[in-house]
């Protein structure tokens, strides 16, 4: 202490008090940026050529954070193709949800008893708990489409060829990591959504033949989701898939930095990868370059992220799960809808005519015990995406040319429709045009799911609650209820029954001739109404047939707002 | 140089760089205060929703599962449960909403039945605790049944989302109670236990009819206290032998009645309203409006005459 303390005097007599706490402040910010002082920090914001030797490689070899990153990059991969910087979006994602994550965590408890009302409160007494919850989902949704997007673009430019074949196959894990991660976190809000979303999900690990049950029991912790499912996806989602996605997110780095960021395919002579070799006029340094291009992009995903959740965007919330009431339309999330339309297959061989194809599906029943929802579903599926693993090491094409690569870009181009068909297939409506994959029920009770649907808002709670007078009204195209939002519902009711009337849905079903159909509204309490709608129709037997439907609406309830 | 070549190679200058990144962090930040700015309030009005939805949600689960004893209204049935929407119960409260939006319940009328009973905490505590664990004691014979266990954790059908909804459901009644003389209180403690008047001894006739009764199917519909019928689709006929002597007399009777002559003593309008249901159709039934075509129309060929007389004689007999 005493000769730290004779040093610095020492130093004020010599320099002067001024000049001794500059350059110790200097030193201090030097020790920081592991080798930049503010003299060299200044000149790289001011865009100022380097000194030479270069000082600002020197965080590249002391400091932790930089060592990990190339000090130069090849002036080719600088520009927006062809990385489109989706490799660094899919990084800064996943630290966005790090962050919005732990926060969130805070807030949440894994139990069914606890987890609901824990989202209603960060909902409606934690501050930002809103914004956090929309970040986090919709930068969830983000990264599945960032990621898959990096996956296209790898493909695209042929940079999964040697020696990339393990960062693509490393990526591919990182791609799974994305999904399961964003599928994991869709339980824990524990409500009608998230309950039937994943219960669909693991009764396809179900149904894999031999070890099914026991692969369900694992997920699920008990034959059906309960405390124990909920805590194990809670596991999953904040310990097991974060871990894997660090893990090899870290292998998938290094080679990325090992191998060089793969110059635009047209550069380059076939079969041969100059990345690493950038002559000393195509080099572009880290610092100051690369690093603020990469915190503009940073700035720009995170600041469009916060406007979107300000302003459009809102996590969906629905009722408490219930294990007993399956809501009409469930679906499992987007990025899994074509799984969903394999599993809507309905024969081992589709196309075929029916009397062969129904023949084939028993053969195969009967010899293997496969049905198709199993083959298509829990086989063909989970080979869909094994295939991407295998992609570099069965292409034995050695060009990154795209003239050169007609049959693998064509073969990707087929994966990618496949892809999209599928997933139409996987919504309830369908494929539109051919009506595959359709899975309406009655047409009365379709009228009934467009205006009060299961889950979500819709149309009768979408009205406000004064357009609302209390009575019971025929459905009709005239209707004179006094109340001119109440007659614009009556009346679009009116016409969803007509269509559904003139137009067959996908099943070829459609409302009877002779349907009709009134409105009723209740006051129940001085704040509260019940509408029920109900039809009278005559069913597919020529009987006569009701569907009702109801639901209660608050003066408060502010579907409106959302 | 083609759009498409001109996006591909986008590379911005440094100075582009540093003015776009600033100005997003600039946007980030400027979200961020906006919203923290605003946040009590919005979280106030949410909580308002929230609040709103769970009285909707608890609705439903009124409707469902609460409404059989305690009428659709909330005006209690008689012999199965006491009025939940009276002012007796719930009191009388108003919501007052702050200038942040803060909306709160400000009593103006405590229940009174709290008080009575000796309860001493919350009226929302009472709902919650006998929903989840009914009442394990009978302490009234007014009622034929105690109140059931309808949490899950004690065997009922409720999870604990679902009680605190219909909680919230049935304070809101408080906004406007039902008055006290239009609803069915319970007694108050005490006098709950009041011995019935001795019932007078039935005749072999009436008690052959009481097995009819038993037998035919009547008692699936229509409850009679004290002998095991616990319908709830029709009329409860507890009291049938003097309520029909009333009925014949009301004008509703006289204007409403269809098709057949009119009865002139309760015996007649008993026989009346078994062989002939939709002659008149009575205003209220367990489950709301009593509507017509309910009741089979075919207890002429089911009974022989003998059982007819010896029922009604039974339901005559019932005071």
Sequence with gaps: MAIVGQKLVKQIQATGLKATVAQRLDDAFTRFTAGLSWNDVRGVLRGDPPAKPNPRVKPHTEGFWFHIRPTFYHEAVTTLYPTFRLGLLSALFFTFEIITGIFLMIFYTPSPSYAYGNMLDILTNVPFGKFMRDMHRLGAEAMVIVVTLHMARTFITGSYKKPRQFTWFTGVVLLGVTLFMSFSGYLLPWDQLAFWAVTIGTSMADAVPGIGPQLNLLLRGAPDIGAGGLLRFYLFHVVLFPLIGVIFVAVHYYKVVRFGISLPPEMEAIGEDTARKVPPEKRVNFLPDILTNELMYAGVAFAVLAISCATWYSAPLEHHADPLVTPNHTVAPWYFYWLQGLLKIPHMIPLLPEGIAGEVDRFFANVFGLTPKVFWGVIVGPLMFALLFVVPYIDPNPSRRYGDRKVMLTFGALFAAAIIYLSLAGIPTGVPIIGFGYVGGDPASEVGQAFIPDEGVGPVRLLPYEQYVVGKFTISAQPNTGSAGLDRLIRDIHNDMEARKARPDPLGKTLSADATGSLEVKEIQANLKQVIITLDYTDVNGAPAQFKKYTFLHAQSGYASE | ?319
């Design chain 2, 1 to 319: 140089m083609s759009i498409f070549k001109k996006i591909v190679t986008f590379r911005p200058s440094f100075t582009v760089r540093i003015l776009t990144g600033l100005i997003s962090m600039l946007i980030l930040l400027s979200v961020c205060t906006f919203i923290g700015l605003a946040d009590q309030t919005r979280l106030n009005v949410r909580a308002a929703q929230f609040d709103a939805r769970s009285i909707e949600a608890g609705a439903k689960v009124y409707f469902e599962q609460c409404a059989r004893c305690h009428g659709v209204n909330g005006e209690g049935v008689e012999g199965l449960g006491p009025a939940l929407a009276s002012e007796q119960f719930v009191g009388r409260i108003e919501l007052v909403r702050d200038s942040m939006q803060l909306q709160t319940v400000k009593v103006i009328k405590p229940s009174a039945r709290m008080e009575q009973i000796g309860w001493t905490g919350t009226l929302k505590d009472y709902i919650l605790s006998v929903t989840a664990s009914g009442i394990p004691v009978k302490t009234s014979n007014v009622w034929d049944v105690n109140h059931p266990t309808f949490s899950e954790r004690f065997g009922g059908p409720l999870r604990d989302d679902q009680i605190r909804d219909v909680a919230n459901f049935i304070l809101n009644y408080g906004l406007n109670p039902l008055p006290d003389d239009q609803a069915l209180l319970p007694p108050a403690p005490g006098e709950g236990m009041a011995p019935r008047p001795t019932p007078v001894p039935l005749t072999p006739q009436q008690e052959a009819g009481r097995e009819v009764y038993l037998a035919k199917g009547c008692a699936a519909c229509h409850a009679i206290r004290g002998v095991g019928a616990q319908g709830a689709i029709g009329p409860n006929l507890t009291r049938i032998g003097a309520v029909s002597e009333e009925r014949i007399a009301s004008d509703s009777y006289k204007t409403n009645l269809k098709d057949q002559p009119p009865a002139t003593t309760g015996a007649e309008y008993i026989r009346q309203s078994i062989l002939y249901p939709n002659a008149y159709i009575v205003a209220q039934c367990p489950q709301g409006p009593c509507l017509a075509g309910v009741m089979p129309q075919n207890y002429a060929q089911q009974l022989t005459p003998e059982e007819l007389d010896n029922l009604v004689d039974y339901l005559n007999s019932l005071r």
